[in-house]
Structure formats: structure tokens, C-alpha cells
């Protein structure tokens, strides 16, 4: 029996626990994949898993964590053998089954990728699910039929994780990108990662008319409520917005009139249950459309120890872009 050390999220008749402490295999949960993690990285959605501020964690006792790299230790799936170095987003990693906030995991081969040619496992964890989502929202949009010369694109919660990773995709991609953001003070961040214009998010989150003047063509948006609404509204004919967050609000404050007067179009963006094709469709788009070293200006790497902290920090605004967390 191994020990190792793990993220332990619990329920206490005072609240929600969280602490770094030993455990052993038995602790795992079931699966055909028994891993060594080396990396993971840390998401919105893990800073509500250690916080307990929504009820992403719907088993306890949970390990947080929804994206992993690491190395196979065991296993009894034929896709996957010892020393095969993969990688997992989601499958309710970190919700439901023990996540990646530990030096080991149990879990089931077919959540798994092998880790995408091109891209190290320090890189895909810098991606992580912010950076998998915002792929996903770019291939959303070109499957519309849209491409930069239909016009600007907008990004908002730019500054975020999703953010900066599809700002830095979109410009690659030739795109004129308008990133709205809260931090002033991130605009020469933005505009090394591409950005051609950044406007204030406030001018996009108050209650706003059903339409308004047209501006871009296209717009990936990770911040949901009245943010969405104005998108929506300030998109041009037959174009399209793709919704993947909920930073201002889970809420849908708005009218129809962009989707009949206009013909836009919402389109919804899951990263947690995409079948495997569309999985590694995203990450070889990854390797080929993000440049690495705007992926390494947006990276900043926290030890395993500083994990907890950094889940924390992420809910309050104060983590820029991506964080890799050295596990093993
Ligand atoms: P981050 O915290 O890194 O980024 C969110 C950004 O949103 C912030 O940096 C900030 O950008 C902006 N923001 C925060 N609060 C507000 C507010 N009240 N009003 C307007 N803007 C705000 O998180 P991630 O990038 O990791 O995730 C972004 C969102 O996408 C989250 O809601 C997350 O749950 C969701 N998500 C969904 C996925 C899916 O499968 N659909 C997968 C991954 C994430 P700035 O400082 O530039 O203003």
C-alpha cells in the first residue's frame, strides 16, 4: 500500500474542510488506470471545489482538482500502458471522482488522452480546462462558418484563464481581437498576447438595450449575465457568440431580439463530458494554433504546497491568466 499526500476537501457540522494530508491507495476510488499525477493546474472551478462556494463537489471525501497530467502506474485498459504519459480535463474529475490535487490517482482509461504531440505536460496543464474550453469556443465559432474577415471578435473576462488563452488563440489566428476586461492594469498584458483593442468590462456588464450598434462579428465569453446579454446585442448579422462561463452570474437577463432580428446565434461550450474525437481534436489545435511563448508569458507554477491558496486567490480575481501546479 502506497502512501501519498492529497488535497482532502470534507464536510464538518461547522462547514466545508480542506487539508493537504496522507493517504493511501485505498482511499482511491475505482478505475482501470492507476496514475502517478506529476501536474495539474488550477481552474475557476476548482477555487469553488476547495472553497465550497457552489456545490461543485458533490461527493465527499473529495480530492479537488479537474485536470491532470501525469504517468501510468497499473493498467487493465488496452489503451493504456505503465510508463504511457497522459493527461485528463474533466469526467467529473474533482466532483465526483478524486481528482488531481494528489501524487496519485485511480481513474478510468477512457476519460484519458495521450498526452498531445508537440506540447510538454508542463504546457498542457497550463492549458488545463481554461485553455481546452477556449479551443473548443474558437472551433465553435469556425464551424459556424465565421473567420476573421467577418470582423472583430470579442473576449471577455480576457484577463482570466479562458480569456488569455483565446485571445492568444484568436490573434494567432488572424482575428482583431477586442478583449473586455476589469484590470486596466493587464492591457499591455493583453496586448502581448494579441489583443487589438481592450475595452472596460463595465460597458459591457449593466442591464444594456436588446440591440444596440453592431461591433463584432464573434465573441467568446466566459462571464455569462448581463455581459452575455450585451455581447449578444452588439453582434453583428448572422454571427455568433460562444458561451462557456459564468463569472458575473449564471443568469440569462435578455431578449430574443439578437437571435430573430439578426440571426445570431449562441452557441453553448461544455469541456467536461466531450466525446474522445473532439477531445483530441482540441488539443492537436492546441499544439498547432497556441504560441508558446505567449502560453508561457500567461503561465506562472506554484508548488503542490501552495495549491489551497491559489484556489483561493483565483475566486478573489488576483491570479492573471494560467497556474501549473508541480505535483510529482
Ligand atoms: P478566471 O477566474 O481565470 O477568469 C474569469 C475572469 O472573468 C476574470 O479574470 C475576470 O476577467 C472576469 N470576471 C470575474 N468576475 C467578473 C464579474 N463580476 N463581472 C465581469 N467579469 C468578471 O476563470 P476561468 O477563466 O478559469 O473560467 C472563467 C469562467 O468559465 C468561469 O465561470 C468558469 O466556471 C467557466 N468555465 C466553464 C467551462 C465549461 O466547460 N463551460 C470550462 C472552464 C471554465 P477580467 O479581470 O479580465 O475582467
Redesign the pocket.
Given at each position: 500500500m502506497t502512501n501519498f499526500r492529497a488535497v482532502v476537501v470534507d464536510k464538518a457540522e461547522s462547514g466545508q474542510t480542506v487539508e493537504m494530508r496522507s493517504v493511501d491507495d485505498a482511499f482511491l476510488m475505482e478505475g482501470d488506470v492507476t496514475l502517478r499525477v506529476t501536474r495539474s493546474t488550477v481552474?475557476?472551478?476548482d477555487g469553488l471545489a476547495i472553497t465550497g462556494k457552489s456545490p461543485v463537489v458533490r461527493r465527499f471525501p473529495m480530492i479537488p482538482g479537474i485536470d491532470m497530467a501525469g504517468v501510468v502506474e497499473h493498467s487493465s485498459n488496452p489503451g493504456f500502458k505503465p510508463g504511457d504519459e497522459v493527461i485528463l480535463n474533466g469526467f467529473g474529475v474533482g466532483e465526483t471522482h478524486l481528482g488531481a490535487y494528489a501524487e496519485r490517482a485511480r481513474v478510468k482509461g477512457d476519460w484519458l488522452l495521450h498526452k498531445p504531440e508537440g506540447l510538454s505536460a508542463a504546457e498542457c496543464m497550463a492549458v488545463g480546462?481554461?485553455g481546452y474550453?477556449a479551443m473548443l469556443a474558437v472551433i465553435a465559432l469556425e464551424k459556424h462558418g465565421l473567420k476573421p474577415s467577418d470582423g472583430p471578435v470579442l473576449v471577455?473576462?480576457?484577463?482570466?484563464?479562458?480569456?488569455s488563452v483565446a485571445v492568444a488563440l484568436l490573434s494567432k489566428l488572424g482575428w482583431h481581437v477586442v478583449a473586455s476586461?476589469?484590470?486596466a492594469s493587464?492591457a499591455d498584458y493583453l496586448k502581448t498576447l494579441g489583443a487589438a483593442e481592450i475595452i472596460d468590462?463595465n460597458e459591457l456588464?449593466a442591464p444594456g438595450r436588446p440591440l444596440a450598434k453592431e461591433r463584432w462579428a464573434a465573441g467568446v465569453d466566459?462571464?455569462g449575465s448581463h455581459?452575455l446579454v450585451n455581447a449578444l446585442a452588439q453582434t453583428k448579422y448572422r454571427g455568433a457568440i460562444a458561451a462557456?462561463?459564468?463569472?458575473?452570474g449564471m443568469d440569462l437577463p435578455g431578449s430574443v431580439a439578437p437571435f430573430i432580428l439578426r440571426g445570431v446565434s449562441l452557441l453553448g461550450?461544455?469541456?467536461?463530458y466531450q466525446p474522445k474525437p473532439v477531445r483530441e481534436e482540441a488539443w492537436k489545435r492546441l499544439a498547432q494554433d497556441l504560441d508558446r511563448a505567449k502560453l508561457a508569458a500567461i503561465t506562472t507554477t506554484v508548488p503542490f504546497d501552495a495549491v489551497i491558496e491559489t484556489a483561493r486567490g483565483?475566486l478573489d480575481?488576483k491570479?492573471r491568466g494560467r497556474v501549473v501546479v508541480e505535483i510529482g
Open positions: 481552474n475557476y472551478k480546462t481554461a474550453t471577455t473576462g480576457a484577463a482570466g484563464g479562458v480569456g476586461t476589469g484590470r493587464e468590462r456588464s466566459s462571464v455581459t462557456c462561463g459564468l463569472a458575473q461550450i461544455d469541456s467536461v483565483i480575481g491570479i
